[in-house]
């Protein structure tokens, strides 16, 4: 979905408008400030999901260099330590 794009006196002047469009059309709204882009507002949820989908594929970077790395380890010895500590904890 494209954004809308408007000049930053919507902002002060409309912002209900401008909210509305962003929340429930999930429509981003680029600000501008003498006809260049300026700021972005968008709605709380788009921003949640945004941040989460940034932090998913931050950590899949990670992943993939930890790979390359050689920093990885079978799957079964992953498990095994992990009953290990758990039994520790337990008893």
Do not use: F, K, W
């Amino acid at each position: 979905m494209m954004p809308d794009i408007r000049p930053s006196s919507d902002i002060r002047n409309h912002y209900a408008e401008v909210s509305r469009s962003c929340r429930e059309e999930r429509r981003p709204t680029i600000l501008t400030v003498n006809g260049r882009g300026d700021t972005v507002v968008m709605g709380i949820e788009d921003y949640e999901e945004q941040q989460a989908r940034l932090e998913l594929l931050e950590t899949l970077v990670a992943s993939e260099q930890d790979v390359l790395e050689g920093r990885v380890a079978p799957l079964a010895n992953t498990l095994q330590s992990l009953r290990d500590e758990l039994a520790r904890g337990i008893a």
